[in-house]
């Protein structure tokens, strides 16, 4: 029998030509490293009408573990075996894991927001810019400490539609500048640049304020400036991506691996750090 420590481990990133730069292969071939497992992390490029396809190869030649990334966390699901509890109250997933028939997709990207950010959100207010599979995931964490949430999109009805699913809010992008100041705000959308959101939502945020990015090593940040504009906090997703990339990993690697934080941690600063194409 094949131990755990003999075992070639594939694991992959399922997504558009943005996952050939991801960090992500930095961080699991890290956490590979440090647990002794010998395997690689790959970015595999896909197309939503291939999914069915592309499982069944990726099946045939075992990866054990896959990511899946935007714009394919919701289009993925009819393709999978099941899906957890998680994944199926928020309606996307960022994590497959093999079974005898399949994949069965589960989502870190909530208990990782929630490990990353909610200690310090207390009960405060949210406004959510986006409403793709992250923005789903974020109103799940936050709908689960009672936090209220006023979605605005630049699609206004999937807007309405993600709020009316989770029982909160949507506003219109025009109207945003009369609504009153949020004490945290979060752009769950891969925009960061101001030339990337046109029109540049206008929010107004009150003193105490956290704004959130999930993306992360971006320079010119949108969101950065409009929090230091109104004297507010500012925090990027560099530890809501490491965070749901460990969570990932073990579910993967079983719960006799417990895999560091500190490891993922590292691994994206580090990318960050030395500019090794960071996702625009």
Known sequence: MVQISERLWLLGLLGDERVLRSPSPMMHEAALKKAHLPGSYLPLVARAEDLSAILAGLRALNFQGLNVTAPLKEAVIPHLTGLSETAKAIGAVNTLVPTAAGYRGDNTDAPGFSRAYLANLGQRKALIYGAGGAARAIIYALRAQEIATTVVARNPQAAAKLAQEFGQTAAPLAELGRLEPFPLVINAT???????????????????????????????????????????????????????????????????????????????????????????
Do not use: C
């Open 190 to 280: 891969s925009a960061s640049y101001e030339k990337d959101l046109d029109p540049a939502p206008q929010i107004a945020l009150t003193p105490e304020a956290l704004v959130i990015d999930i993306n992360y090593g971006r320079p010119d940040n949108y969101w950065a400036a409009l929090a230091a504009l109104k004297g507010a906090a500012f925090q990027d997703g560099l530890p809501m991506l490491a965070h749901q990339a460990k969570l990932s990993f073990q579910f993967w690697v079983g719960p006799t691996i417990e895999p560091d934080f500190a490891t993922f941690e590292a691994a994206l600063k580090l990318y960050v750090q030395n500019g090794l194409k960071v996702l625009r």
